[in-house]
């Protein structure tokens, strides 16, 4: 399928697309809604089928990379679903006595798909412990689809998922072969997650970096600890709007933080497997978050 940019679709087909991955609407009446943009022979399934994600277009690291080792391990969570199983990367271009610090990747609603084994690639090649972490193992894993994987997110018990992504980044952080500096980075429900994540650990954990995640209550934020490098996409009115009380919350707390709206720039920017994906703002906060990771983890 040719590869399309967000400036190619009207900003209200790319809100109502947002609305349905996010749940607010299913595929029945994203279809009815999109009728509308179905012009010149082009019908509301294609338009459907042109905004879901291309896994062939995300792979920037291959699965075997002679630079990292890859393998799925499972995590105990006896405070949530009993196990959480992920995917570990470990650098192999370091020397064997030395550890490593660590990042935990934290996927979207939709479970552990390519597009964040890949991303968790991308920071074993960069020199970093990685775990992703697949909130869905209770129900069976990621089902290989996306759309399956957003019904399955919504049958988690959302208390349990979020103690077994704090049981997974304890693991990953008392790792023999890690350093003990924990990072953490995730992209939408997992932004949020590592807004969580960062309210949960305190001190335990070194680097936050949520895009375009929900923000955490004013009272949660007094116990953050990490430095937060906070990045939005400038067309994300949804998220954002839990910004200016955010940003508060921190100065009040005398926590540590940048934060950067990509203008333009849709939610789910980051990711790029769908239409969304903004090159430009992507590449750039890519390059911020190793740099934030490299000054926090590595230093």
């Known amino acids: 399928m040719e590869r399309k940019t ?23 009446a994203f279809l009815e809604a999109a009728q509308k943009f179905a012009t010149g022979g082009l019908t509301a399934m294609a338009i459907w089928e042109s905004l879901k994600p291309n896994y062939a277009w995300a792979q920037q690291v291959p699965k075997d990379d002679k630079r990292i080792k890859t393998e799925t391990v499972t995590v105990p969570s006896p405070a949530g679903n009993t196990n959480i199983k992920g ?93 003990g500096k924990l990072g953490a980075v995730g992209f939408c429900f997992g932004g949020g997650i590592v807004n969580m994540l960062a309210v949960k650990l305190g001190s335990d954990l070194n680097a936050a970096v949520p895009f375009y995640g929900r923000q955490p209550t004013a009272e949660d934020v007094a116990k953050i600890k990490a430095p937060l490098l906070i990045q939005y996409g400038g067309l994300d009115t949804q998220v954002n709007a839990g910004w200016p009380a955010f940003e508060i919350a921190l100065k009040a707390n005398h926590v540590k933080y940048e934060e950067f709206i990509y203008e333009n720039a849709n939610h789910g920017f980051h990711n790029d497997t769908t239409p969304r994906y903004d090159a430009t703002s992507a590449k750039l906060a890519w390059k911020r978050t190793l740099d934030f990771f490299a000054k926090n983890l590595k230093s």
């Open 6 to 28: 967000a400036d190619q679709y009207p900003q209200e087909l790319l809100n109502l697309f947002d609305v349905y991955v996010h749940g607010g609407m299913d595929r029945r």
């Open 87 to 179: 995917y570990l990367v470990t650098p192999l271009n370091h020397p064997r006595e030395s550890k490593l610090p660590a990042v935990i990747v934290i996927h979207e609603n939709r479970g552990l798909n390519p597009y964040i084994e890949d991303v968790a690639r991308r920071l074993g090649t960069e020199g970093y412990l990685t775990f992703a972490p697949d909130g869905l193992t209770s129900v069976g894993g990621y089902p290989g689809d996306d759309e399956k994987g957003g019904t399955l997110f919504k049958t988690v018990d959302r208390d349990k998922m979020s103690a077994d992504f704090i049981a997974a980044a304890k693991w990953l952080k008392i790792r023999p072969d890690a350093s």
